[in-house]
């Protein structure tokens, strides 16, 4: 990986890139059990930090890009990408003009996911905190507006709120007018009237096959 340290917007950012690494990439490598064990690991060292003690089933996976149109999307954004589940079904979808990139914070996971997906000039993964994530896209080239999703495998009610807020603020950013947040979560409808207080529209999809079942909240038009 190459360490990357921007100033944008008067904030340092300090993240780590694996463009260069994964351009020596061969093969995707498929989800192992030792990432599940890493995931839960992870959660009962940093409780709230770590959104789930399990990753993603491809049912939770699949739910939460369901309003993605990969056909014309032209930017899409993983914030929390753990050991990629969610990732795995979004490389699926890409298609040649979709720019791709994956956030995450631990550097663990960012090690398995740069094992599991293979070199792609649309696909990047950045070690990095959502936190800074306005000078994150600035620094990859995205333009105001020019994000078609944002899915989230984060806690996100259970951020700190000065993350919680810098984070909604690049997503209103960035995000298209008729773009769409997703936010996966394991405490069905306990959180709506959060996501509501933020968009204008929040439905939420039930996914029973999950360990353990959870849903989806998908959000459009922010207030």
Sequence with gaps: MVADMTESNGIAVNYRSSRNRREHAVSVEPAKISHNILFLQKFFRHGTRIASIWPSSRFMARASIRHADFSSACCVVELGAGTGPITSEIVKRLNGQTQFLALERDPDFVQVLTNRFPANPRVQIL?????????????????????????????????????????????????????????????????????????????????????????????????
């Design 127 to 223: 070690q990095a905190d959502v936190g800074h994530l306005d000078a994150i896209l600035n620094d990859n080239g995205i333009a105001p507006h020019g994000v078609d999703c944002f899915v989230s495998g984060l806690g996100t009610p259970s951020l700190p709120e000065s993350v919680r807020i810098a984070m909604f603020s690049a997503v209103r950013k960035y995000l298209r007018p008729d773009g769409f947040f997703s936010n996966i979560t394991e405490v069905p409808l306990y959180y709506l009237n959060f996501y509501k207080s933020i968009f204008e529209h929040v439905s939420f999809q039930f996914v029973a096959l999950n360990m353990p079942p959870g849903g989806v909240y998908h959000c459009r038009g922010m207030r």
